[in-house]
């Protein structure tokens, strides 16, 4: 049975998640993690630590941004205090950062997370080979090819069944840098501002944009929702699925939660019903967020046509 991964924003989202029934917390800090809810730093890591292990559930921290030389060096005092923690896994796209874990020894699973990089069984074998516990597959990857990569991978895999889905990141300031441009005032640029890019001639596109330490991130218009496909999905027997909540906020991303966890527990025990699917597909509209919108993205799209 597949276990479920979600991103949190807070404690109390944590235990709303937690009651929802998720297997895994997902967290970090920006210093080391990309687009997470919230920062979690080292005063706040701990509480939510013991509140998963106290649940019986379990917490994987997110080490997956692109590291250059003057954060590199941050890195392997931020493992130790993960090990010393008991993390149960880690997120790490940077060869330099899977470098830092294993030369120091740290006792820590991790999760090989490239992002769009993810998207051959090869790649994931590779990474399997160099200790990777699992990986993170890229949602950019269709269901076409979904099915060969899973009857090649050496080691479990997880993919994006719910959230939003970023297709650009750049290291660079690029929103402050085109309002310093125009001389135009710019309160701020983070993503409680909202803001959104349109592409031209296409007045449907509002790619979600913000900024963080590690720079500037595009999503796709349409948040990522699985639930009308999950027999697919569940007939894979991809092992993890992941929930991500960067812009939904407290209860109502337990609620999403929620429903996935029902839908996976009665894929699981041979109940689900088109109309528990149906039933699904309300509580996701009714906790969506008003600006947002959901769709399948890149899952029923024709190998061929991507690009």
């Known amino acids: 049975m597949a276990e479920i991964i979600a991103t949190t924003e807070s404690l109390e989202q944590a235990q709303h998640l937690l009651n929802a029934g998720v ?3 997902y967290a970090g800090e920006d210093e080391f993690g990309l687009r997470l809810p919230h920062s979690f730093g080292r005063d706040e890591l701990p509480a939510l630590v013991q509140l998963a292990h106290q649940a019986g559930k379990k917490i994987m921290v997110a080490v997956n941004a692109i590291f250059h030389n003057d954060r590199i060096v941050k890195v392997a005092d931020y ?14 796209g ?7 874990l294993q030369t120091n020894r740290f006792p820590l699973p991790y999760l090989y997370d490239g992002a769009d990089l993810v998207t051959s069984s090869r790649q994931i074998n590779f990474w399997g080979r160099h200790g990777a516990v699992a990986a ?7 269901y076409g090819e979904l099915v060969p990569l899973m009857q090649h991978v050496d080691i479990p895999v997880s993919y994006l069944v719910y959230g939003a889905s970023v297709i650009h990141q750049s290291g660079r300031p690029l929103v402050d840098n085109y309002f310093s441009f125009v001389k135009q005032h710019q309160e701020r640029s983070d993503r409680q501002r909202g803001l959104f890019i349109s592409a031209p001639h296409k007045p449907e596109t509002h790619y979600s944009i913000y900024e963080d330490i590690n720079g500037t991130h595009v999503f796709a218009t349409n948040d990522v ?3 009308p496909v999950l027999t697919r999905v569940h007939d894979l027997g991809i ?18 939660a929620a429903a996935f966890v029902h839908a996976r527990d009665a894929l699981a025990t041979g109940t689900w019903t088109a109309d528990l699917a149906a039933d699904g597909q309300h509580v996701i509209a009714d906790n969506t967020p008003a600006n947002r ?8 799209i024709d190998p061929n046509e991507v690009q």
């Open 239 to 256: 092992q993890y699925w992941k929930l991500d909540g960067l812009f939904v906020p407290g209860q109502q991303f337990a609620q999403i």
């Open 225 to 227: 929702n699985l639930m």
């Open 23 to 25: 297997d895994w917390l």
């Open 293 to 300: 919108a959901t769709d399948t993205g890149f899952f029923d």
């Open 136 to 142: 993170q597959v890229a949602p950019e990857v269709p």
């Open 94 to 100: 940077d060869p330099g950062a899977i470098h830092v």
């Open 79 to 92: 493992l130790q205090f993960l090990t010393d923690l008991h993390v149960d896994m880690v997120s790490i």
